[in-house]
């Protein structure tokens, strides 16, 4: 039967979670392969999860006064040399031009990794005095780094991302912005894309070349892997002081200025998948997804359906995202594809509703069906949207709270590390060696300090030394 | 006077116009230079102006079906040479990658310079079938040619676009959405730039590299150059045949594709600029400003005048996009601001004004000053911004018709490009010999064959023979 086929074509979640994932990201037609090794090509529907991704968090950025701009693609060698740390975790997976047209350049330009020193650069002759403080910028654009592995969204050599970069008169202000932000990427994870997060600090080991500290969103994915999903970064005044950035402050003294990054890219399209889809594919919350409603006409050849159907997009147009699906396909077969790509809820029209003045509302999580009556369909779809787009936040709430453990000594560690999937809560001295052994022996990695924290035990889980904090750890994607 | 040093501080346009554009890009904060030659920082001014052209454009475009995607930054070597005449029109001026991370590529990838061949080679996988066609897919990005000379927003090395690509199962089908695309240009700049634009064809000499046909829009600047800002090609099947881009046809029969593509960049943005702006700097129309109405309080210590600004700023920000300037600056130095940064409209409102429930509306373009109501200043704004943007394409149409001379022969084409500036429409035997010779001779190229059509003579303007096209000529940015 057509109907099962498309279905079909996907591996089971349980069966094997990687391939599901891969057999989704190409059935629900998100991304493409390239002739080009590890770059992919983002097709139309992937695309338009982005562009809502984008319009949101825009939206929300603009909110808290970020201003965006454009920064070129290219650092010239030297520059990228200028913070040590910085260069030293970047050099290695960064893309060198070394030619420009037919010449051989006096000196390497590589592909942005990410631009701190860009705007390091910028803002140190477009900064002289307090009144010019804070600088609140932002860009959306594609980075490169040069993986050797590579996944669609999760890790290529090329995604999109925004960056944000400020600068700041004080180390309490930049600190301020810092949290800031990443409570922003925190709400928009909650309300927008219906993940649930935990908010906390990276460890030394796992913060970002060149930041005095790192804050960040971890997610945790339906096979129990953690995915790191926004990082906002304090950087001190260190870059400031590798650039030479001052600001004649209102005492009239030359200062340091501080600052700040955060950056959330295509990789929250691969959280996306990963938390709320399921064996017939992608599972999109409303509020960002693409196409809301499929309007699917049943016997469309019938007189009057599919123009009703296209009386009933018109009508539906100015409030939700609509599309009737008037292929020459079977209902059947229409129905696997708007749960392959995900679309919230499809709307059913038959001859006998339209007699009888109704028609039938299928939520893809839920495959909860409503009769409605056509008068009052813009209220019952707006409704049935809205406690979707909640529903799946508690049902990933749930899936996450189920799957985080705790552990008060290494041996319990170990077996839920072998045992079960998830985040396990635990203490930690503080000392990297420890990381280092646990990592080497489980391949399990500190995902952050959170902000939350909870006595779990007295001593670090690994070395048996008074325990400093309690840290959520997980095997990451 | 603090009041006249902004305005003072950029060349008039008549002593030296590359000047005036240079400091007005600068003055007005549109761009910034960088360490990297000919790239640019476009700073939140300039790329507020860059959102809303893409927005409105992209609206455009989704108007007429549309799709937007996202294909790699990189092409493999291999990939670019596939199309012959392509090739040889970009690879001298492509920026090349010859190290990822450590190691030395097996095969160099150049920086995207368009993107015809990554399209090819993303179609040639996608496309099986007539079901599978058309594909109207469209991308907003960056890209890189290495230009030797460079200007802001003119001529960069790196720039920002949007590239369209299209597949169709006719050659008719891919003409008539070349020819829809350009319209949308020249619609786009009229309605939303108030920019009038001359539509034509390309000479073969002037074509897209690998095209079949280009057509262009052509602007002319305040100086009496011409701006081609933005293209449409139809490369009928060629690129399809280079590439193997085939499709199981109705009739079943395997067939190539019919391709084209289309794309505007930031350079309309240089276009706006000399277009629209004076000796105070930016004039801006309405639809396409980042803000429309700065609010400038008079005597703002005074109780109740920035309390006042920011009611009329609460009021109107549903409506408009509207900002307080509350800075300490003077009055006449915020309003020598708002002229430079181009913003339409100012409304004035001091103690006196708030006493008689009114305020004062000045327009950037013509400084016409008018009293308004404060309890009708939704709707005079409203209007005097419809007026503006009317307007101001009324006066850019009345400028490049007044600067369009004719000749019929070769003294007078040589005499108006030695007195006059502007376009010269002259005919044209065909032969590209003559083009040759007049851009040897006076630095002049032909711009378009209009679409719309005249006998000025006929005779080619340069060699006698008899003419078959009617030609604008001009000198170009």
């Known amino acids: ?187 928009f994870c909650e309300e927008v894309l219906a993940i649930p997060v935990i908010r906390g600090q990276k460890t030394d080991k796992e913060k970002f070349a060149g930041a005095e500290a790192t804050y960040t969103i971890e997610a945790l994915m339906h096979d129990g892997k953690a995915l790191q999903s926004g990082t ?63 309007i699917i006409p049943i016997q469309q050849k019938k007189e009057g359906v599919l123009e009703k159907a296209y009386e009933l997009q018109e009508r539906l147009k100015g409030s939700f995202r609509v599309k009737v699906d008037d292929t020459d396909k079977s209902p059947g077969w229409k129905f696997s594809e708007q749960e392959m790509r995900g679309i919230p809820v499809r709307v059913e029209i038959g001859p006998k509703d339209i007699e009888a003045g109704r028609c039938v509302i299928c939520r893809r999580d839920t495959r909860e069906k409503t009769e409605v009556s056509l008068d009052g369909l813009e209220k019952a779809l707006s409704e049935i949207l809205g406690k979707m787009q909640s529903e799946m936040l508690e049902r990933a709430r749930r899936h996450m709270d189920a799957h985080t453990y705790s552990a008060a000594d290494m041996d319990e560690f170990e077996r839920l590390f072998t045992e079960k999937a998830g985040f396990v809560k635990a203490m930690w001295c503080g000392d990297q060696a420890c990381e280092d052994i646990i990592k080497e022996k489980l391949s399990v990695t500190s995902r952050c300090i959170p902000f939350e924290q909870e006595k779990i035990a007295d001593t670090c889980v690994c070395c048996g030394k008074p325990a400093a904090k309690m840290v959520y750890w997980g095997r990451a994607y």
């Open 232 to 294: 906002s970064h304090n950087f001190g005044d260190g870059f400031a002081r590798a650039f030479g950035i001052q600001f004649a402050d209102k005492d009239n003294k030359l200062k340091y200025v501080y600052q700040t990054s955060w950056g959330m890219s295509t990789r929250v399209i691969g959280a996306l998948i990963m938390v709320h889809g399921d064996d017939s594919g992608l599972v999109l919350p409303p509020k960002v997804a693409p196409v809301q409603a499929a």
């Open 1 to 187: 039967m057509a109907e099962k086929k498309l279905v079909e074509s996907i591996t089971s979640m349980d069966v094997d979670f990687a391939q599901w994932y891969t057999d989704v990201v190409k059935k629900a037609e998100l991304i493409d392969y390239t002739s080009v090794k590890g770059c992919m090509v983002i097709k139309p529907a992937g695309y338009a999860l982005w562009e809502n991704i984008q319009k949101n968090l825009d939206a929300m950025f603009k909110e808290t006064g970020v201003e965006n701009v454009y920064l070129p693609l290219f650092i010239p060698e030297s520059l990228l040399q200028k913070e040590k740390e910085h260069v030293e975790g970047f050099a290695p997976e960064v893309a060198w031009v070394t030619h420009g047209g037919l010449n051989e350049l006096q000196e390497r330009l590589c592909v942005r990794p990410t631009s701190e020193t860009l705007f390091c650069d910028f803002y140190k002759n477009d900064i002289h005095s307090y009144r010019d403080l804070p600088k609140v910028y932002n860009q959306w654009c594609s980075v490169v780094r040069w993986e050797k592995e590579t996944r669609p969204f999760l890790r290529s050599r090329e995604f999109l991302w925004q960056e944000g970069h400020t600068a700041h008169a004080s180390l309490e202000e930049a600190e301020e912005r810092t949290i800031q932000m990443l409570n922003v990427y925190a709400r």
